[in-house]
């Protein structure tokens, strides 16, 4: 069973840097695509940014281009995203999720992701 572990979450300035990490396992294929999602309070879940294995292209939301940087170690099997120049508005719970035989950006659009993490909290202080 695939599971999707996330961590490094925490509570940071304005203007500050965060990376988080997911870990997954239990993977059965090797053409999947992880993404980094996230729901702020009374907001819909968004996808923020995700990558392929196979090549590793990467996809970002508008909100976070420049600003944040996916990345992934094939052979540890984790995604890392890098975040920069935090602004209050990134507050949010943020979610990995994984998606088999991904095509295109489809890794961006949570309902398209088959199996999900459980979260870490972000929070932004300005």
């Known amino acids: 069973e695939v599971q999707l572990v996330e961590s490094g979450g925490g509570l940071v300035q304005a203007g500050g840097s965060l990376r988080l990490s997911c870990a997954a396992s239990g993977l059965t294929f090797d053409d999947y695509a992880i993404g980094w999602f996230r729901q702020a309070p009374g907001k819909e879940r968004e996808g923020v940014s995700c990558i392929r294995r196979s090549d590793r292209s990467t996809y970002y939301a508008d909100s976070v281009k420049g600003r944040f940087t996916i990345s992934s170690d094939n052979a540890e099997k984790t995604v890392y995203l890098q975040m920069n120049s935090l602004k209050s508005e990134d507050t949010a719970n943020y979610y990995c999720?994984?998606?088999?035989?991904?095509?295109?950006?489809?890794?961006?659009?949570?309902?398209?992701?088959?199996?999900w993490g459980k979260g870490t909290l972000v929070t932004v202080s300005s």
């Open positions: 999720a994984l998606v088999w035989f991904p095509g295109g950006s489809r890794c961006l659009r949570p309902g398209g992701m088959d199996y």
